[in-house]
């Protein structure tokens, strides 16, 4: 008789950092480096990554409307987003086994809206357990840039429309409150995050974050037998 062998769980990494911090680069990267090693993974985003999150997405960042957006409003939009995706793609993908990579997750909320936005830190952590249930990283690197740095970064983005994003614009001091928050946050929690020096060239920035990956997880980040993935994105 013969029997299935059961799938391991797949594993979670998150990237985060302030605007300008170079944190899509690096999810573009390690993805790269994973479809390089052959290793199945699936490449999603916050907010967004389904059909629903989109939409709340555009409202978020881009929408005329969102320029009256209250702070509250922001927190619950951005929850429900990540229920979606939590459920409808996440979740599901780690029961198969694969790597998922988010660019963001629910620690941007816990800085974002907690820290930079001053809603209550206990509201906000009550909100994220219950979007997320018992979906949390593995592991997850923030990328540390000073605010003056970030800032010049956001000036040299080449953008293909439109003007910068809502939380683009925020003001120094908002930007601050993030890039101290994400710090505080390394500091509680060393076992799941690994805090990334992000002024260095994306290329250094990329090596350690791929040498602390495999060091942390050499079981799961080795090359697959083939050397062709099959990468999905959700994004």
Not at 22 to 43: D, M, Y
Not at 149 to 161: F, I
């Amino acid at each position: 008789m013969f029997h299935n062998r059961p799938v391991s769980r797949g594993l979670f990494i998150t990237l985060e950092g302030s605007e300008g911090c170079g944190k899509s680069t690096q999810v573009t990267r390690l993805a790269a480096r994973l479809q390089r090693e052959g290793l199945q993974f699936l490449l999603t985003r916050e907010p967004g990554g389904t059909p629903i999150g989109e939409k709340i997405r555009h409202l978020l960042q881009f929408a005329p409307e969102s320029a009256a957006m209250r702070p509250e409003t922001e927190l619950l939009l951005f929850e429900a987003s990540r229920s979606q995706l939590v459920r409808e793609v996440i979740e599901p993908a780690l029961a198969r086994g694969e790597l998922v990579i988010s660019d963001r997750f629910f620690d941007s909320t816990t800085v974002y809206q907690g820290a930079a936005r001053k809603l209550r830190p206990n509201m906000v952590e009550r909100l994220n357990a219950f979007a997320v249930g018992t979906c949390r990283p593995d592991i997850t690197f923030i990328l540390d840039i000073d605010v003056a740095t970030a800032c010049a970064r956001l000036l040299r983005r080449v953008r293909p429309v439109g003007a910068p994003d809502r939380m683009e614009q925020e003001a120094p001091e908002f930007y601050e409150r993030v890039s101290a928050a994400y710090r505080e946050l390394a500091a509680r929690e060393t076992e799941r995050v690994q805090l990334i020096d992000g002024s260095r060239s994306a290329d250094e920035v990329e090596g350690e974050i791929w040498q602390r990956l495999r060091a942390r997880f050499p079981d799961r980040v080795n090359s697959a037998p083939s050397a062709i993935s099959n990468q999905k994105s959700a994004v």
